[in-house]
């Protein structure tokens, strides 16, 4: 519990923090990087190039510093930062490094204007918040340990195939090195996969894209035209080849209701709608598929949804071209619009929307979604960015 004299200082000093909290960040990821260069592999290098990941840490430091009192209000967004920190095994030896760095920024950005006083109050309020998510991974940590087939931190794995899904996305089967059996996952989860690229280890997130009734892990990736991971793994990962997964996260997943349930996807955001299909239409809940695609070459397990189809009743799709080929027959052309939206989705039996896809889509999906009255607590989606790229309150 913070002191009444600390919120006070916090509580004056906030609007200047919150006018010049870009400049903040500006300054700490780079002073945090050539201080401890070691916590670099932690964080996505693209974002930090577009600046984006920059953008998402004002953001947090501001919304955090103006809720101290009601932290209740921060629930989603901290549930979020803990499975991201748990799927990348953040630790609580690198909250010091980030509180030094980020006093340290605040007192360049400011100078004399930030007193001992002052720097001493964030500090006590960074750690107040460091605490919290320190005890909120921990108990993530166990909980994945404690799984038969779990582990904490990271696990060596084989690569024990590759299978093309369409022409841009590749699916890729792990299998652990030990032997040891694969911890049960919830459909829709994600895991990191830790590489050793031109020497420097890089981590990134993806969905799993199996049910989680098999001995292995699957993530199926987009080949990204400038995306380092992406290409390695499509390029250069071969079957036998090892590496490292931490356990799978997430709080995208697929929940446990009788309401209809709509999976609704574009490009490579259908993967973690494949993991969830089979265990929705087993429970015999009415699922409606709906996938858009640039066309036939670039749509990935059209052959698994189509053979679900004819074995499961309770299952609808529906498929949009926005390019379609000659050849592409049976397939809506466009995109997934509002009115489209509104003709497929059983909208008067109030369903559950999941959704996942690019950015645009992913806007235009929650914009239309709220635009036809669909209750936000059943509209759930998953983002990998920083999610002030996403920004849903601005659609």
Same mark, same amino acid.
């Given at each position: 519990m913070l002191s009444s004299e600390t919120r006070a200082i916090i509580d004056a000093t906030l609007p200047a923090v919150k006018e010049n909290a870009r400049a903040i960040t500006e300054v700490f990821y780079p002073l945090m990087f050539s201080r401890y260069p070691e916590v670099k592999a932690y964080f996505n290098q693209a974002h930090q190039v577009q600046g984006t990941q920059r953008q998402a840490l004002a953001n947090a430091v501001v919304a955090y510093a103006s809720n101290l009192d009601r932290l209740e209000l921060l629930g989603d967004?901290? /549930?979020?930062?803990?499975?991201?920190?748990? /799927?990348l095994n953040i630790l609580p030896d690198h909250y010091p490094i980030v509180g030094e760095c980020l006093l340290a920024a605040i007192k360049e950005v400011f100078g004399d204007v930030a007193t001992d006083e002052v720097l001493n109050a964030w500090g006590e309020a960074y750690q107040q918040l460091a605490d919290i998510l320190i005890a909120a991974e921990e108990s993530v940590y166990q909980e994945n340990e404690a799984k038969s087939g779990g582990w904490r931190g990271e696990r060596e794995f084989r690569l024990m195939g590759k299978e093309r899904e369409s022409d841009v996305i590749t699916s890729f089967y792990f299998v652990p090195t030990d032997g040891e059996p694969v911890a049960d996952f919830k459909p829709g989860q994600f895991t990191t996969i830790i590489l050793d690229i031109n020497g420097a280890t890089t981590r990134r997130n993806y969905s799993l894209s199996d049910s989680p009734d098999k001995p292995y892990y699957r993530i199926s990736v987009k080949r990204e035209p400038q995306g380092l991971v992406s290409n390695y793994l499509h390029d250069h990962l071969n079957p036998g080849d090892t590496v490292k997964l931490t356990?799978?996260?997430?709080?995208? +997943?697929?929940?446990?209701?009788?309401?209809?349930? +709509?999976?609704? /996807?574009?490009? +490579?955001?259908l993967t973690p709608t494949i993991s969830m299909l089979r265990p929705a239409l087993d429970s015999?809940?009415?699922?409606?598929? +709906?996938?858009?695609?640039?066309?036939?070459?670039t749509h990935a397990f059209k052959g698994v949804v189509d053979q679900l189809n004819k074995e499961y009743t309770n299952l609808h799709t529906s498929y949009c071209y926005s390019e379609p080929l000659a050849d592409d027959q049976d397939v809506a052309t466009g995109f997934i619009d509002r009115s489209r939206l509104e003709a497929l989705l059983p909208l008067e039996k109030a369903p559950d929307v999941y959704f996942l896809g690019p950015k645009a889509f992913m806007q235009n999906c929650y914009r239309d979604l709220k635009s036809l009255n669909v209750p936000a607590e059943h509209i759930r989606f998953e983002f990998f960015g920083p999610l002030e790229e996403f920004d849903s309150t601005a659609v």
């Open positions: 967004a901290v /549930s979020l930062i803990v499975q991201k920190h748990a /799927s356990p799978p996260c997430g709080d995208f +997943v697929l929940q446990d209701t009788n309401r209809p349930l +709509v999976l609704l /996807s574009g490009g +490579v955001g015999g809940r009415e699922v409606h598929f +709906v996938h858009g695609a640039l066309n036939s070459t």
